[in-house]
């Protein structure tokens, strides 16, 4: 019984608190860049191939499959992407961005710009 009563405790507090809770968003900030047009057509961590024209992007611990909304602080516009590989591999940076999103945000003349990554699902 006190085990029973123990577990539907927790298992109340994460819905509150929203670690269980399906529309839970994760916000963070940090570097973003883009991926080289030359990588057009290589393999990704996930088994897909790179296409610059796909809304796509890597990050180094989001599950494949994964929907991110990316806002460029700079320009305020904002990209929905779906993670499909592993990345960036230098410290200061959070995401790499196919060129198309790096495009859509206004990124791809200044290669590197502060974003905010918000996980959709």
Not at 71 to 86: A, F
Request: charged share 25%; aromatic share 6%.
């Amino acid at each position: 019984m006190k085990l029973r009563r123990l577990f539907l405790n927790t298992i109340t507090l994460a819905i509150l608190s929203g670690a269980a809770h399906p529309g839970f968003a994760e916000v963070v900030k940090g570097q973003a860049s883009y991926y080289a047009d030359s990588l057009q057509g290589n393999a990704t961590a996930s088994g897909e191939t790179y296409d610059k024209k796909a809304l796509t992007a890597a990050h180094r611990t989001l599950a494949f499959g994964t929907r991110v909304r990316v806002k460029y602080l700079k320009t305020g516009k904002t990209v929905e992407v779906t993670i499909n590989d592993r990345g960036p591999y230098v410290n200061n940076r959070i995401i790499d961005l196919s060129g198309a999103a790096a495009a859509s945000l206004g990124l791809e003349e200044d290669g590197i710009g502060e974003v905010e990554i918000e996980v959709l699902k």
